[in-house]
């Protein structure tokens, strides 16, 4: 037995089993029938804090370089955004192999699952690959058109370079993580990340200032801590998945690129890719416009984003969740129990986000502090919190709603409501107020007002009921999947 298969088994009979009193696993609840608040709450408590140990990456990275120059602050204020649009870029295909993985489940055709699921990993890590190499040779370019400072531009750059070049790793455990969740283990992948958190928590502070025998890197030695943790991450993913004993199976024999299996995933996914990259493009152009500004404004508008990213937390997680049960019940042909999980969910991350809303407009300034001693970055970034705040509990609404249209397949749908919140109303706002009296308070506002139009669309369309005719896993699956799947006693 290998050193990593001995990592996972110890992973599996020592830490797994001490979470299973507080997170239930998908053995212990059924997303297809009887309650609906106790299994999406199950499902979705792992992913808030996986989602949680996730942003903790850009958190930690944003503590230290904000410990080590402001310069370094504002670089990453760019290199964040810039991260969020290359893993969007082919974030798609796993939303896609989520989805059909969910679907199959849900319709109890569990070798269909473990089809879909190896042609995503391998197709998804080829496409990383790709990605990161032209993210590599253009960043510097991407950076300048963002705006980036003579003074930003080089470090940024620098951030960047290392990421791209561990584009598959970090691409290739957000894989693992959104196949795991279409089987409904959601469980697993959070200890995973918890582990790696860990790792890039000890290793930040000893790259970048160069603490022990260790080189002074800066914002490089950010860099190459996570790309390291997410490398280890992934291996851990991949060798769980490759075992089978908990949540979908992946087979190697499996994962031999099928050219009529990738059409079908890329039609479900582009669209999610695009969503995704609409989030991205939408934050990386705010920043041409906040570019214009002061760079103190800049590093706060930087801390402001990582910390709306802790804030909406539950509602992306439940929007997971929601994805999840919605994928499961059309697959087993029960729509308006999916339609009822997304109302149920829509009402509680509303409520929910609107009581962070005011934690968040009362405890502005020493929020803003934890990063910075900076007065005029505190100063704008409680400005910030303060605009936005009032406005989070309608993102709720919008993130539920768009992740019950993936779950069906309407990727599309989901797409097009954030290309028209974010490119045709957040933008135009925040560019036209920028350059009146408000000033940057102008863009702080266009965050509010897209928020709640974003609610509202979303909404109004899902009550539409065009989602209930959507169906992705007709067609070539699986083709060849007798001859490819092993005999069942080996598992």
């Given at each position: 037995m290998s050193l990593l298969d001995r990592l996972v088994s110890w992973f599996q009979r020592r830490v797994y089993g001490r979470f299973t009193g507080l997170f239930k696993g998908r053995d212990e609840f059924d997303l297809t029938s009887g309650d609906i608040a106790r299994p999406l709450f199950y499902l979705s408590l792992p992913i808030i804090v996986?989602?949680?140990?996730?942003?903790?990456?850009?958190?930690?990275?944003?503590?230290?370089l904000g410990q080590y120059s402001t310069e370094a602050l504002a670089a990453i204020s760019f290199a964040f955004p810039m991260v969020f649009l290359l893993i969007s870029v082919g974030m798609g295909l796993s939303v896609a192999g989520s989805v059909l993985v969910a679907q199959h489940i849900g319709a109890d055709e569990e070798a269909e699952a473990e089809y879909a699921a190896s042609q995503t990993v391998a197709l998804s890590l080829l496409g990383a690959v790709i990605l990161g190499l032209v993210g590599y040779v253009f960043v510097e370019e991407l950076l300048g058109l963002l705006g980036a400072s003579q003074d930003v531009l080089p470090l940024a750059t620098e951030y960047m370079q290392v990421i791209s070049l561990g584009m598959a790793f970090m691409f290739g455990f957000f894989v693992f993580i959104a196949l795991m969740r279409g089987y409904g283990d959601t469980i697993t992948p959070m200890l995973v990340m918890f582990g790696s958190?860990?790792?890039?928590?000890?290793?930040?502070?000893?790259?970048?200032?160069g603490w022990g025998p260790f080189p002074e890197l800066g914002i490089q030695g950010a860099a190459i801590a996570t790309v390291f943790s997410r490398a280890l991450a992934l291996a851990v993913g991949l060798a769980i998945m490759f075992r089978g004993a908990r949540g979908v199976?992946?087979?190697?024999?499996?994962?031999?690129?099928?050219?009529?299996?990738?059409?079908?995933?890329?039609?479900?996914?582009?669209?999610?890719?695009?969503?995704?990259?609409?989030?991205?493009?939408?934050?990386?152009?705010?920043?041409?416009?906040?570019?214009?500004?002061?760079?103190?404004?800049?590093?706060?508008?930087?801390?402001?984003?990582?910390?709306?990213?802790?804030?909406?937390?539950?509602?992306?997680?439940?929007?997971?969740?929601?994805?999840?049960?919605?994928?499961?019940?059309?697959?087993?042909?029960?729509?308006?129990r999916a339609k009822a999980a997304a109302d149920f969910a829509a009402r509680t991350t509303f409520i929910v986000l609107g009581a962070l809303g005011v934690v968040a407009w009362v405890g502005a300034e020493p929020i803003i502090a934890a990063f910075t001693d900076d007065a005029q970055v505190i100063e704008v970034g409680v400005t910030f919190l303060r605009y936005v705040a009032p406005s989070f509990g309608f993102i709720g609404v919008m993130r539920a709603y768009n992740g019950s249209f993936r779950g069906t397949?309407?990727?599309?749908?989901?797409?097009?409501?954030?290309l028209v919140i974010y490119g045709l109303v957040r933008l135009p706002i925040a560019a036209t107020l920028s350059q009146s009296a408000?000033?940057?308070?102008?863009?702080?506002?266009?965050?509010?007002?897209?928020?709640?139009?974003?609610?509202?669309?979303?909404?109004?369309?899902?009550?539409?009921?065009?989602?209930?005719?959507?169906?992705?896993?007709g067609g070539p699956a699986a083709p060849g999947l007798g001859d490819d799947v092993e005999p069942s006693t080996d598992d």
């Open positions: 996986t989602n949680l140990l996730q942003t903790a990456y850009n958190l930690i990275d944003t503590f230290w958190v860990l790792l890039n928590v000890v290793l930040d502070p000893f790259l970048i200032f199976r992946i087979r190697l024999r499996q994962m031999r690129p099928d050219l009529s299996f990738a059409k079908k995933l890329v039609g479900i996914g582009f669209p999610a890719s695009i969503e995704g990259m609409g989030r991205a493009l939408s934050i990386n152009l705010l920043l041409v416009i906040v570019g214009f500004f002061p760079t103190y404004v800049v590093a706060a508008y930087g801390i402001g984003t990582r910390v709306f990213s802790v804030i909406f937390l539950p509602a992306i997680a439940v929007a997971r969740g929601v994805e999840t049960m919605t994928g499961q019940n059309v697959g087993a042909g029960k729509p308006e397949g309407k990727t599309l749908t989901a797409a097009g409501i954030v408000l000033g940057y308070r102008g863009i702080w506002l266009a965050f509010a007002a897209s928020n709640v139009l974003g609610a509202g669309l979303a909404y109004g369309w899902y009550r539409r009921g065009t989602w209930r005719r959507v169906d992705v896993t």
